[in-house]
């Protein structure tokens, strides 16, 4: 069972602060990684994705990708209230002849002024 | 991003009616699109991935049956609720996948919240 795992939160952090969102995975072999956000009621919005170690930075938001302890994480640099949402990590894994997604639970982050 | 349409949006109908929902992508060609089902809080969960051209491939405990899935064309996926019951009522959402040199992504449709009475 290909496994995807983050904290639920609510994590709660002071507007301007670094908001740090943390994922873990199972399967050794997942070689695609993305952060989506998701806004209540709405559908989950590409963020960012990483496929190599170490850090890709793409204006307030930096992933960070380490396949020796599969893990992956997102840094929100300068947090707004407009912040305020349900991360999403989700792994690329290659299962039954097509490339999928494998999704973590999410975490809520909220971002309080 | 690429963009991706859903629709519709929100659809409210009686229990055994049978229900479509249609998803397109606008500004690109999708050979591959994904259909998932998220209940409250919940959160994503694969249904099955939708080929153009061939039989869409269902996730263990997703009834093929119910939930038919055909991929006419590039820009278009269609997911049909057959006789559709209350335990069916819930976010459905699909995604297509943009291939291009250097990346190999999901875009999400907005969306469609059926409620089955």
């Known amino acids: 069972q290909k496994e995807v795992e983050q904290n639920s939160g609510p994590l709660s952090v002071p507007e301007g602060a670094i908001a740090s969102l943390n994922c873990t995975y199972s399967d050794r072999g997942s070689q695609s990684f993305f952060w989506y956000r998701q806004y209540s009621g709405k559908s989950p919005e590409l963020i960012m994705f990483i496929y190599s170690n170490g850090d890709k930075e793409d204006g307030r938001f930096t992933a960070q990708l380490n396949k020796a302890s599969q893990y992956v994480s997102l840094l929100i640099r300068d947090s707004q209230p407009s912040d305020s949402a349900t991360y999403l990590c989700a792994v690329g894994v290659f299962s039954g002849g097509y490339n999928k997604l494998i999704f973590g639970a999410g975490t809520r982050l909220a971002v309080h002024p | ?117």
């Open chain 2, 1 to 117: 991003g690429a963009v991706v349409s859903q629709h519709p949006s929100r659809v409210i109908c009686k229990s055994g009616t049978s229900v479509k929902i249609e998803c397109r992508s606008l500004d690109f060609q999708a050979t591959t699109m994904f259909w998932y089902r998220q209940f409250p809080k919940k959160s994503l969960m694969l249904m099955a991935t939708s080929n153009e051209g061939s039989k869409a491939t269902y996730e263990q405990g997703v009834e093929k049956d119910k939930f038919l899935i055909n991929h006419a064309s590039l820009t278009l996926s269609t997911l049909t609720v057959t006789s559709a019951h209350p335990e069916d009522s819930s976010f459905y959402i699909c995604s297509a996948r943009d291939r291009g040199p250097g990346t190999d992504t999901q875009y999400f449709g907005p969306g469609t919240r059926l409620t089955v009475l």
